[in-house]
């Protein structure tokens, strides 16, 4: 399900509210992260903010959910600036106070599902809140 949230903005964001059942359930589709992958794709299309919400039932450790532009291989291929921009906003997190670059998880299992997840938020330039705010340290688990 998704929902436009109309606030206003140039950029209204756009929020996906996802269920994926845990492997274990007869509900189970290993083709929900593809299908995911498809309905953010026709959303690109449309708005320029995306946030997804819910229970992915992923186990993501710590491993990294992004891809750190590298400016020499952004000129030897000759990206614009538009390109460049992107994959440069998640840098952005290196000097923010509230949010870090790296997540803490006590969970350092990394499933199936969680592979999918970071391989998804790679390839759409999505980052895992979970484990990466300031206020995430009072908590021992976090789910995602």
Avoid at 80 to 95: E, F, P, Q, R, T
Avoid at 107 to 123: A, H, T
């Amino acid at each position: 399900m998704w929902l436009e949230l109309n606030c206003f903005s140039p950029y209204p964001p756009v929020v996906g509210c996802i269920y994926i059942p845990p492997n274990s359930s007869p509900y189970y589709n290993e083709d929900q992260i593809l299908i995911l992958q498809n309905e953010i794709t026709e959303m690109h299309t449309k708005h320029k903010l995306i946030l997804l919400a819910g229970d992915f039932n992923a186990h993501t450790g710590t491993s990294k959910d992004f891809i750190l532009n590298d400016p020499l291989l952004a000129n030897f291929l000759n990206f614009d600036g538009d390109a460049i921009v992107y994959l440069d906003a998640v840098n952005s997190l290196k000097s923010n106070k509230y949010f870090s670059l790296h997540r803490k998880s006590v969970d350092n299992k990394v499933n199936p599902v969680g592979k999918k997840l970071l391989d998804l938020c790679k390839n759409n330039n999505l980052l895992i809140l979970n484990g990466r705010s300031s206020i995430d340290k009072k908590y021992r688990s976090i789910n995602i």
